[in-house]
């Protein structure tokens, strides 16, 4: 199998260094602290304590719709069933984020992204990071506003859903893992690892199609489909548990995830928190305390 491509984990996820301005002259800084301020009602900002700030801003979503292809390897669940020609069909909007200069003594910098510069060669500009939404966080995160479509299963025939549920028109899998090939911390070997995990998926059934309504456990840091080159779907057959093994494309999802997006021109939303990204600290610390004898130059 092959290996998850990390950029595009990191890529899909609002994340990213924030950094202090530079600029061609001395700007007499006395006092570079910087903290992050994150007010009801208002954008996230940037203030550091010479009075310069930064403004977290965004570019408009755009949405795009992917047929992805799904495919039943081993039915347990209904182990005489034809194998069924499925899609899988994504909805996805992308936006991207960034934390523009909005008061800076140097008026160049207005509106310019905030640059990491170790030395005067080796300046580097902060890049935008992605502002994801799909029918998962639509789901996760039912207080942020979220028009995509839910996302579907349509297949050729149905006969591969386990025989309790041939008639139902609410579906349910009791589990849905994804699976990719990635390097062991502790035995440093490449196995198969779950990434996506999702328990509790009810779909509404309408004809051969089945429409995603509910996940109630989500467990991964990426909300989108488990549509990796291996998957697993637990479901319940008249009170037994049975098994189907599934393929997607990681490939294709990841294919999905380069969207084109928009320039940045907006203020961010207030429901659009630099909190959400778990390595924030990390993030924010690490220009404040360069290695190697690097700094940031006013």
């Given at each position: 199998?092959?290996?998850?491509?990390?950029?595009?984990?990191?890529?899909?996820?609002?994340?990213?260094?924030?950094?202090?301005?530079?600029?061609?002259?001395?700007?007499?800084?006395?006092?570079?602290?910087?903290?992050?301020?994150?007010?009801?009602?208002?954008?996230?900002?940037?203030?550091?304590?010479?009075?310069?700030?930064?403004?977290?801003?965004?570019?408009?979503?755009?949405?795009?719709?992917?047929?992805?292809?799904?495919?039943?390897?081993?039915?347990?669940?209904?182990?005489?069933?034809?194998?069924?020609?499925?899609?899988?069909?994504?909805?996805?909007?992308?936006?991207?984020?960034?934390?523009?200069?909005?008061?800076?003594?140097?008026?160049?910098?207005?509106?310019?992204?905030?640059?990491?510069?170790?030395?005067?060669?080796?300046?580097?500009?902060?890049?935008?990071?992605?502002?994801?939404?799909?029918?998962?966080?639509?789901?996760?995160?039912?207080?942020?506003?979220?028009?995509?479509?839910?996302?579907?299963i349509t297949c050729d025939q149905m006969d591969w859903l386990p025989q309790g549920q041939q008639n139902s028109q609410n579906v349910v899998m009791k589990l849905w893992s994804g699976e990719f090939m990635t390097q062991n911390s502790e035995s440093d070997m490449n196995e198969n690892q779950a990434f996506f995990t999702y328990g509790d998926l009810s779909w509404q059934r309408q004809g051969n199609k089945l429409i995603l309504k509910n996940i109630k456990q989500l467990s991964t840091i990426i909300l989108f489909p488990a549509m990796t080159d291996t998957s697993m779907i637990v479901m319940d057959d008249r009170g037994q548990e049975c098994q189907i093994s599934s393929a997607g494309s990681l490939t294709a999802l990841q294919g999905a995830a380069k969207l084109p997006a928009n320039e940045i021109t907006e203020v961010a939303p207030s429901y659009l928190r630099v909190k959400m990204i778990p390595n924030f600290k990390f993030s924010l610390g690490y220009p404040l305390s360069l290695p190697d004898g690097g700094k940031i130059l006013k």
């Open positions: 199998m092959k290996k998850l491509n990390w950029a595009f984990s990191i890529a899909i996820a609002l994340s990213g260094v924030l950094a202090h301005a530079e600029s061609d002259r001395p700007l007499g800084i006395q006092d570079d602290s910087v903290k992050l301020v994150e007010l009801p009602n208002q954008p996230s900002r940037l203030i550091f304590g010479d009075g310069r700030e930064a403004t977290l801003m965004v570019s408009k979503e755009a949405v795009g719709q992917y047929n992805l292809p799904f495919k039943i390897t081993e039915n347990d669940c209904a182990p005489s069933a034809k194998a069924p020609r499925c899609t899988y069909t994504m909805n996805m909007g992308r936006a991207v984020a960034n934390f523009l200069w909005t008061k800076n003594p140097d008026a160049s910098r207005l509106g310019q992204p905030l640059k990491l510069v170790y030395s005067e060669n080796q300046q580097t500009n902060i890049g935008p990071e992605d502002v994801v939404s799909t029918a998962y966080s639509k789901i996760a995160r039912p207080n942020v506003p979220n028009s995509l479509p839910a996302d579907t």
